[in-house]
């Protein structure tokens, strides 16, 4: 999409997003369209409190807290430093740390920080804002935490608390979508659908999901994202070691061929050469070097591409053969509903004879 005012329904962006997080049971969590939430901040801040009023009926996760306390007796470990540096010991007192099984767990904080922000930042509707006072009353025994995308990086997921991590994918967006305000006191929300590079990862992830998700749909038996090695002989170590990597973005596997595609997220795919609309030459240029370097890996001496677009003006496709291969370039518009947006993409990854 472009950065002006192409961008994707706020219906379809939910289902971008539970489709990259491989979250697809959440989609009923909230309900979008009309008289619904319709921008980016009230969409992330009613599938929080969804998404929230099952943990907290299910009860907080606990997790093992450290402490450090001046204490009589002994707990855990004793800060010998610490202690005779205040001099505790003649009150026999001494400085300890120790581990305590407690609902005031990073995750729980992280949370807490999304809730409080959402109150405080201005946009959110009132209605929204009273269902998050009211969820909020439940951390009152849990501390503060800056919301702050690195701090996501910390908050471990396990088997017992697996279930906090759509809540934290949510809020984890809420964190890297804030700005510092202009005036430097506290930080605003910035719409990340606007944002060309967060909406080009968004895009990629989405492509792999769904057709991982939908692989059998398509006639394939997989989706992997191999590294392609050069099939070029190299006149020595160093420069094998400057050779450019080649990452696919989705292979679809399976089938009479299998098929290698390169999402792409330009503003206009088809760009005026000369008055004539043309593809960009540097996407096929690099399609086609995947192509013919993979040819020589068992399985892939025939294989299929596919440029694969978000619309901006208007759907097209146009396919290529060569050597008995065939090279596509096509657009999906997220901004139609979401059945055609499905139909569109199992099309586009099908295998050849695949009804």
């Not at 998050?132 to 009152?140: K, T, Y």
């Not at 392609?228 to 094998?240: G, K, L, P, T, V």
């Not at 997220?265 to 609309?277: A, I, N, T």
Request: neutral net charge; glycine residues 6%.
């Amino acid at each position: 999409m472009t950065q002006s005012d192409t961008r994707v329904p706020i219906a379809n962006l939910y289902h971008l997003l539970c489709y990259a997080w491989d979250a697809l049971p959440e989609r009923d969590l909230v309900e979008v369209g009309a008289e619904k939430p319709h921008d980016v901040l009230n969409l992330l801040g009613h599938v929080l409190v969804n998404s929230l009023r099952p943990i907290v009926r299910r009860g907080f996760e606990r997790g093992y807290v450290l402490h450090e306390k001046e204490l009589y007796g002994l707990r855990g470990r004793i800060d010998a430093a610490r202690t005779y540096r205040r001099n505790v010991q003649w009150r026999g007192r001494a400085i300890c740390s120790f581990d305590e099984l407690s609902h005031d767990t990073l995750a729980n904080r992280l949370i807490k920080a999304a809730l409080s922000f959402l109150l405080r930042v201005e946009g959110t509707t009132e209605d929204l804002r009273s269902d998050i006072r009211n969820l909020r009353r439940e951390f009152l025994a849990i501390g503060d935490a800056d919301l702050e995308p690195q701090a996501f990086r910390r908050a471990v997921i396990h088997r017992n608390n697996r279930h906090y991590s759509f809540v934290l994918q949510v809020c984890a967006l809420i964190a890297e979508s804030l700005l510092p305000e202009e005036r430097g006191e506290g930080r605003t929300f910035r719409d990340f659908s606007r944002d060309h590079q967060k909406m080009a990862a968004l895009f990629e992830q989405f492509v792999f999901q769904f057709y991982e998700r939908h692989a059998s749909e398509v006639g394939r038996s997989g989706v992997c994202r191999p590294t392609i090695h050069w099939a070029w002989s190299c006149r020595d170590h160093e420069s094998e070691a400057v050779l450019p990597g080649m990452r696919t973005d989705v292979c679809l596997v399976g089938g009479t061929r299998p098929m290698i595609i390169d999402r792409e997220f330009w503003g206009d795919p088809l760009k005026h050469v000369h008055g004539v609309r043309r593809l960009p030459s540097t996407p096929l240029y690099q399609l086609y070097a995947y192509m013919r370097n993979q040819e020589d890996v068992v399985g892939w001496e025939s294989c299929d591409g596919l440029l694969l677009f978000p619309a901006t003006e208007a759907d097209f496709d146009s396919c290529y053969a060569f050597q008995g291969r065939t090279i596509r370039a096509a657009s999906v518009d997220l901004r139609e509903n979401w059945e055609e947006i499905h139909a569109r993409l199992v099309f586009l990854g099908s295998a050849p004879g695949h009804s």
